[in-house]
C-alpha cells in the first residue's frame, strides 16, 4: 500500500511560487563548508528555471578576492538561503487577545553544487542580465556603458558562477492556519503597518478565502 504524506499548510503551491520568490526578493545567502572552511556570503542570484517554473539553477557572482570560492572550487556542494517578505504579527491587532504572537514570512532553501564560469564574457553576460533587471522600470535608468572603461576594470574584479539546485525546501508561512476573523484583523493591522506591503500582498496571494466581515 502506497502512503501518500499530507501536504503541509505552509508548502509551495507551485513550482512558481519559489521562482517568484527569488525574482522579488534575490538578494541571497551563500553558506558552505564547516569548521575553519565555514563561510557564508550575501549575494545577489538570477534564477534560471524549466519550463514548468522550477528552479533549477541559480547565477551569481562573487568578488574573485573573496576566499570562499577557493573552498567552493574544492568543494562546490553550497546552501543558498532566500528570506522574503516577513513580518511581526501583533496580537494587539486582534479582537481576540487570545492569540500568541507570531511571524509570518516567505523562505526557500536551495541545496546547490557550484561552478563558476570558465571565461569572462560568461561573467559579463551575467552582470549585464542584472543590471537590466535591476534598473528595469527606474526613472533615468542607469546602463553599465555609463562608467566607461571603469567597467571593464571592475567587472576582471569578480567571477560569475551557477549553482545547480539539487533540492529545494521552501515554507509560506502566511497565515493559512489561522481563522477566518483573526486573520482579517491581521490584515488590517498589516494594512497600517509601515513598509508591510510587499508581506500584506504574499498573504493575500496565499489565502483565497473571504476576507470581508
Not at 15 to 20: A, E, G, I, R
Not at 68 to 83: C, I, K
Amino acid at each position: 500500500m502506497t502512503v501518500t504524506a499530507k501536504k503541509s499548510l505552509f508548502e509551495a503551491r507551485n513550482d512558481s511560487d519559489v521562482l517568484q520568490l527569488v525574482l522579488a526578493q534575490p538578494l541571497t545567502w551563500i553558506v558552505s563548508g564547516e569548521g575553519e572552511s565555514f563561510r557564508a556570503t550575501l549575494l545577489p542570484v538570477r534564477p534560471l528555471s524549466d519550463p514548468s517554473g522550477t528552479v533549477v539553477s541559480l547565477v551569481g557572482h562573487f568578488a574573485r578576492s573573496n576566499d570562499q570560492v577557493a573552498f567552493l572550487r574544492h568543494t562546490p556542494r553550497a546552501a543558498m538561503l532566500v528570506l522574503g517578505p516577513h513580518g511581526y504579527i501583533s496580537p494587539s491587532w486582534m479582537n481576540d487577545r487570545t492569540q500568541a504572537p507570531t511571524w509570518n514570512y516567505a523562505s526557500a532553501q536551495f541545496l546547490v553544487d557550484v561552478e563558476f564560469f570558465a571565461d569572462p564574457p560568461q561573467t559579463e553576460a551575467h552582470l549585464r542580465d542584472l543590471v537590466a533587471t535591476m534598473e528595469a522600470g527606474r526613472p533615468r535608468q542607469w546602463s553599465e556603458q555609463e562608467m566607461g572603461p571603469r567597467y571593464q576594470s571592475l567587472s576582471q574584479r569578480v567571477i560569475g558562477f551557477r549553482a545547480n539546485v539539487r533540492a529545494i525546501r521552501a515554507k509560506f508561512k502566511l497565515g493559512q492556519d489561522e481563522r477566518d476573523d483573526v486573520f482579517r484583523d491581521i490584515v488590517a493591522g498589516l494594512g497600517q503597518a509601515a513598509d508591510q506591503d510587499a508581506l500584506l500582498e504574499w498573504m493575500q496571494r496565499f489565502n483565497t478565502r473571504e476576507q470581508s466581515p
